[in-house]
């Protein structure tokens, strides 16, 4: 259990609507990870911070951004929410625990449906 | 740039069978890989990873995965198939060498059944 916590665990929100996601970790991890989960897709990162407001895009940010004003917490807002952002959305911390090897933990997954 | 591939998005086996879930790479650097299962609506949880230290990988729940450099692959094997290992796996590599800032690829997920 890497301490993750995601808010809220599910959502159902309308097209055009800005949908906020929250996730808290409590080990003060400096990496942090956002990835969208869809069938015959895996997992794609959105974005990732590397500290205190430092960002950066992963492979499917268009029409998301993120905030990170705090160690523990990493915001992914949808701006305007679209039908193709319904998805189920992870966050991860990287560690380097057990080894020396960076490893992903993930939190337990926001699930998003826009109507 | 690093890819994943599994081969099947769904295999069934029955109980007490051996377990076989394929994941080929593609990696330009010393691959990291990781296998993760995913139980029904919750998050990832890490089964094992290769870290170069041994090219045969024991994970949690049994599992264990062989690095074959040659083959590009990772496949993740069970010897005897429990009804509680129906749930998705996603093999992952990681782009990072190791160090922190790595981001992972992950392959599509194999969905696996147990049959009674």
């Known amino acids: 259990d890497a301490g993750i916590t995601q808010s809220p665990r599910h959502k159902v929100t309308e097209t055009g609507t800005p949908v906020t996601l929250r996730c808290h970790q409590t080990?003060?991890?400096?990496?942090m990870y956002w990835y969208r989960q869809d069938p015959g897709h895996g997992l794609r990162l959105i974005h990732y911070?590397?500290?205190?407001?430092?960002?950066d895009k992963g492979e499917v940010s268009d029409g998301y951004s993120v905030s990170r004003s705090k160690t523990e917490d990493f915001l992914l807002t949808l701006e305007s929410a679209t039908s193709s952002q319904t998805s189920v959305y992870f966050c991860?911390?990287?560690?380097?625990?057990?080894?020396?090897?960076?490893?992903?933990?993930f939190g337990p997954g926001t699930r998003l449906l826009v109507l | 740039a690093q890819s994943v591939t599994q081969l099947g998005s769904h295999v069934s086996v029955s109980e007490g069978a051996l377990v076989l879930l394929r994941c080929n790479y593609s990696?330009?650097?010393?691959?990291?890989l990781f296998w993760y299962v995913q139980y029904p609506n919750q998050g990832l949880q890490l089964l094992l990873k290769?870290?170069?230290?041994?090219?045969l990988v024991k994970g949690i729940n049994g599992f264990e995965a062989e690095f074959k450099k040659s083959e590009t692959s990772f496949h993740l094997t069970k010897p005897s198939a429990h009804m509680s290992d129906a749930a998705e796996y996603f093999c992952?590599?990681?782009?990072?060498?190791?160090?922190?800032?790595?981001?992972?690829?992950f392959g599509q997920g194999t969905e696996l059944s147990v049959k009674p």
């Open positions: 991860a911390i990287s560690d380097t625990r057990a080894g020396g090897v960076e490893t992903q933990y």
């Open positions: 080990e003060n991890h400096r990496y």
């Open positions: 911070s590397y500290g205190v407001k430092d960002t």
């Open positions: 990696s330009s650097v010393p691959p990291y």
């Open positions: 290769y870290t170069s230290a041994a090219t």
């Open positions: 992952a590599v990681s782009d990072s060498l190791g160090n922190q800032g790595g981001k992972l690829i």
